[in-house]
């Protein structure tokens, strides 16, 4: 007879590997009655949750004696009534416990922090914080899930879904998300993992910390100095890394270099789903109008249900300026997936395309109090307020920004352009000089009007040496841009170098025929030459 049920055990087992669910439960409901043993009732219960039976498999571990002895049977419990959405009686099922804002646990399960079996399975502990932190993100306690997140992933650095949480909801500042990976308990042979969980998190440290971590995980096994690091394997090829370069070239505003990046990763995983909202991003930012249409419309065939889908059709119809559509799209993501960050800024972006800053500022405020640990919602209020003049109120919300993020230059451009307009110039100046010590070299096109801004405001300072220099690293970066000419052009203006500045004005006036300034200017300032020659 104990053959007999060891084989039926077996049969179980194979069922449930080859997903053959109603097969495993009535083998497994067989095996129960033949043992009454605790084991075979926990595999009949995973058979009927694996199955989708959620009330039967918890009337099954609820009428078991030992349910709340073994946290294997308490935690399955929880599940069934996760997928049942019953969140209240899912965290009464888990039971009392407590956690302090760094993530300690005090209660039952801090007896139960080591590892499970042969350090091959993670921890049931981290799997009981991680569920627990899910129920309280479903009851909109953002507080409590923020702590058993947080408790989960350090119970058990493998749990990478409590990590997916916080990064996803933007839960925690980029200091924060750093101290925390700090402060994982890696072993010596998960070196690697703690270098990939760095190149996760916000990627607004200094460029060569970043890259290096890149390098490392990069790095071949045969290369020379790999002993010096602890990544014994290397990852170059791997999808997630490829996506987090391509995220850190879309931050870093190198546009060109992401959107090859993203295509080369599509050519082998075209479902990569964090890739495909870089992707998304970065062709917007490029104008591929095509591309974007192709994007949703396989995004919209394949997974209609999911935010991304219609977040990258409104992405389409915002690109071809066709706002009201855009807006309709993007509040379509946010009303499947709440927590689509993206989803939200594109909708506040549609109203402000359209001049509807009230409508624009409540999406970016809903936008600030779901992600916390997001600066761009509060970035962008700042911008709205800034579009309407109220130039004090946009930098208060500016520097709200920089206290979330201190390193994001994008923060520093706008205070350096609010300040331009308040008048203060020697602080304006500082703030793109700051955005440029933060912007990892050589500068790419994106950062063009940094330059072109301080130029302008070291020509009201009459620093005019300096602010031709900055005119023309600008115009290096981009030479079909009015302003920058007529700017420089000005600048020799007012150093009475009229021949300098004629030609930069036609210069000017050739990429935009009907400048005002610029044919003005000009007039003036052949006048200037005509009465100098005569004079001379």
């Given at each position: 007879?104990?053959?007999?049920?060891?084989?039926?055990?077996?049969?179980?087992?194979?069922?449930?590997?080859?997903?053959?669910?109603?097969?495993?439960?009535?083998?497994?409901?067989?095996?129960?009655?033949?043992?009454?043993?605790?084991?075979?009732?926990?595999?009949?219960?995973?058979?009927?949750?694996?199955?989708?039976?959620?009330?039967?498999?918890?009337?099954?571990?609820?009428?078991?004696?030992?349910?709340?002895?073994?946290?294997?049977?308490?935690?399955?419990?929880?599940?069934?009534?996760?997928?049942?959405?019953?969140?209240?009686?899912?965290?009464?099922?888990?039971?009392?416990?407590?956690?302090?804002?760094?993530?300690?646990?005090?209660?039952?399960?801090?007896?139960?922090?080591?590892?499970?079996?042969?350090?091959?399975?993670?921890?049931?502990?981290?799997?009981?914080?991680?569920?627990?932190?899910?129920?309280?993100?479903?009851?909109?306690?953002?507080?409590?899930?923020?702590?058993?997140?947080?408790?989960?992933?350090?119970?058990?650095?493998?749990?990478?879904?409590?990590?997916?949480?916080?990064?996803?909801?933007?839960?925690?500042?980029?200091?924060?998300?750093?101290?925390?990976?700090?402060?994982?308990?890696f072993g010596v042979e998960n070196g690697w993992l703690s270098s990939f969980y760095s190149c996760l998190i916000k990627k607004y440290d200094k460029a060569e910390n970043i890259e290096s971590k890149f390098a490392e995980l990069?790095?071949?096994?045969?290369?020379?100095?790999?002993?010096?690091?602890?990544?014994?394997?290397?990852?170059?090829?791997?999808?997630?890394?490829?996506?987090?370069?391509?995220?850190?070239?879309?931050?870093?505003?190198?546009?060109?270099?992401?959107?090859?990046?993203?295509?080369?990763?599509?050519?082998?995983?075209?479902?990569?789903?964090?890739?495909?909202?870089?992707?998304?991003?970065?062709?917007?930012?490029?104008?591929?109008?095509?591309?974007?249409?192709?994007?949703?419309?396989?995004?919209v065939k394949d997974y209609p249900q999911k935010a991304i889908s219609w977040f990258a059709v409104g992405c389409y119809y915002y690109c071809i300026r066709q706002f009201d559509q855009s807006r309709r799209y993007f509040s379509?993501?946010?009303?499947?997936?709440?927590?689509?960050?993206?989803?939200?800024?594109?909708?506040?972006?549609?109203?402000?395309?359209?001049?509807?800053?009230?409508?624009?500022?409540?999406?970016?405020?809903?936008?600030?109090?779901?992600?916390?640990?997001?600066?761009?919602?509060?970035?962008?209020?700042?911008?709205?307020?800034?579009?309407?003049?109220?130039?004090?109120?946009?930098?208060?919300?500016?520097?709200?920004?920089?206290?979330?993020?201190?390193?994001?230059?994008?923060?520093?451009?706008?205070?350096?352009?609010?300040?331009?307009?308040?008048?203060?110039?020697?602080?304006?100046?500082?703030?793109?000089?700051?955005?440029?010590?933060?912007?990892?070299?050589?500068?790419?096109?994106?950062?063009?009007?940094?330059?072109?801004?301080?130029?302008?405001?070291?020509?009201?300072?009459?620093?005019?040496?300096?602010?031709?220099?900055?005119?023309?690293?600008?115009?290096?970066?981009?030479?079909?841009?009015?302003?920058?000419?007529?700017?420089?052009?000005?600048?020799?203006?007012?150093?009475?170098?009229?021949?300098?500045?004629?030609?930069?004005?036609?210069?000017?006036?050739?990429?935009?025929?009907?400048?005002?300034?610029?044919?003005?200017?000009?007039?003036?300032?052949?006048?200037?030459?005509?009465?100098?020659?005569?004079?001379?």
């Amino acid at each position: 007879m104990d053959r007999e049920v060891e084989k039926l055990r077996g049969v179980v087992r194979d069922c449930m590997s080859k997903h053959l669910y109603s097969s495993a439960i009535f083998f497994a409901d067989k095996v129960v009655d033949f043992t009454q043993a605790p084991t075979d009732l926990y595999m009949l219960a995973q058979a009927l949750f694996l199955g989708k039976h959620y009330r039967r498999a918890l009337h099954v571990l609820c009428n078991s004696k030992i349910i709340f002895k073994d946290l294997r049977f308490r935690y399955l419990a929880a599940k069934c009534l996760e997928e049942m959405k019953e969140w209240q009686q899912c965290l009464e099922m888990l039971g009392d416990a407590k956690v302090g804002e760094d993530g300690s646990i005090e209660g039952p399960e801090d007896q139960n922090m080591e590892k499970d079996a042969e350090d091959q399975e993670i921890n049931i502990t981290a799997a009981i914080c991680f569920l627990r932190g899910k129920a309280y993100d479903a009851l909109e306690n953002r507080v409590q899930a923020l702590q058993w997140y947080k408790a989960a992933i350090k119970a058990d650095p493998y749990c990478y879904e409590a990590l997916e949480c916080l990064l996803n909801n933007h839960m925690l500042t980029s200091a924060e998300e750093a101290n925390l990976v700090s402060s994982l308990r890696f072993g010596v042979e998960n070196g690697w993992l703690s270098s990939f969980y760095s190149c996760l998190i916000k990627k607004y440290d200094k460029a060569e910390n970043i890259e290096s971590k890149f390098a490392e995980l990069e790095r071949l096994p045969g290369d020379l100095n790999l002993q010096e690091t602890s990544v014994s394997y290397s990852l170059k090829n791997n999808a997630d890394l490829i996506a987090c370069k391509a995220e850190y070239y879309h931050q870093c505003g190198e546009y060109q270099k992401c959107f090859e990046l993203t295509t080369s990763l599509f050519e082998r995983d075209p479902f990569h789903l964090k890739c495909t909202l870089v992707h998304i991003a970065t062709a917007m930012e490029l104008g591929h109008k095509n591309e974007l249409y192709l994007m949703a419309c396989n995004l919209v065939k394949d997974y209609p249900q999911k935010a991304i889908s219609w977040f990258a059709v409104g992405c389409y119809y915002y690109c071809i300026r066709q706002f009201d559509q855009s807006r309709r799209y993007f509040s379509k993501a946010t009303s499947l997936d709440g927590t689509f960050a993206p989803a939200w800024i594109g909708f506040g972006n549609a109203f402000a395309a359209k001049d509807e800053s009230d409508q624009a500022m409540a999406a970016f405020r809903t936008c600030a109090r779901l992600f916390p640990g997001c600066h761009l919602p509060t970035l962008y209020i700042g911008l709205e307020y800034m579009r309407t003049h109220s130039y004090k109120i946009a930098e208060q919300f500016f520097m709200q920004a920089k206290r979330i993020c201190p390193t994001d230059p994008l923060v520093y451009h706008e205070l350096g352009v609010v300040s331009y307009k308040t008048q203060e110039y020697e602080k304006a100046v500082r703030w793109f000089e700051k955005t440029l010590s933060l912007v990892p070299l050589p500068l790419t096109e994106t950062w063009e009007p940094t330059l072109v801004n301080m130029a302008h405001a070291l020509r009201k300072l009459r620093r005019y040496v300096q602010a031709i220099k900055s005119y023309e690293k600008a115009l290096d970066l981009s030479s079909r841009n009015v302003s920058t000419y007529a700017g420089l052009g000005y600048t020799y203006h007012l150093q009475n170098k009229s021949d300098e500045a004629i030609h930069l004005y036609h210069k000017a006036l050739a990429l935009k025929p009907d400048h005002q300034f610029c044919g003005e200017m000009l007039n003036i300032a052949l006048d200037d030459a005509t009465n100098f020659k005569i004079n001379y």
